[in-house]
């Protein structure tokens, strides 16, 4: 089973950039889509950009323009680039392969996005 751990995470300040990574033990990305999840506290987890196996992308409306998802075959890696970062981005983010709506691989530990104003 395909094992994901994300990383990059941190402490920034409103209007400040983070690069979050999401590193695959195998090459699944011809095989999944790959998606960013967040999850706030007390909030339920959100699904926030995909990128399909077929590198097709999408992005929810809250963070279109500000955060780019890519990736890295070679690497096993996904990425996410977190611009003009706002307090309401705080949280948790994980990655995850899917597809359609069912989750391919356990949740990770995730990496803590924290955005102070």
């Known amino acids: 089973q395909v094992q994901l751990v994300e990383s990059g995470g941190g402490l920034v300040q409103t209007g400040g950039s983070l690069r979050l990574a999401c590193a695959a033990s195998?090459?699944?990305?011809?095989?999944?889509?790959m998606g960013w999840y967040r999850q706030a506290p007390g909030k339920l987890r959100e699904l926030v950009a995909v990128?399909?196996?077929?590198?097709?992308?999408n992005y929810a409306d809250y963070v279109k323009g500000r955060f780019t998802i890519s990736r890295d075959s070679a690497k096993k890696t996904v990425y996410l680039q977190m611009n003009s970062l706002k307090p309401e981005d705080t949280a948790v983010y994980y990655c995850?392969?899917?597809?359609?709506?069912?989750?391919?691989?356990?949740w990770g530990q995730g990496t803590q996005v924290t955005v102070s104003s």
């Open positions: 995850n392969a899917k597809i359609g709506s069912t989750i391919k691989a356990p």
């Open positions: 195998a090459s699944i990305f011809s095989i999944y889509d």
């Open positions: 990128i399909t196996r077929t590198g097709l992308i």
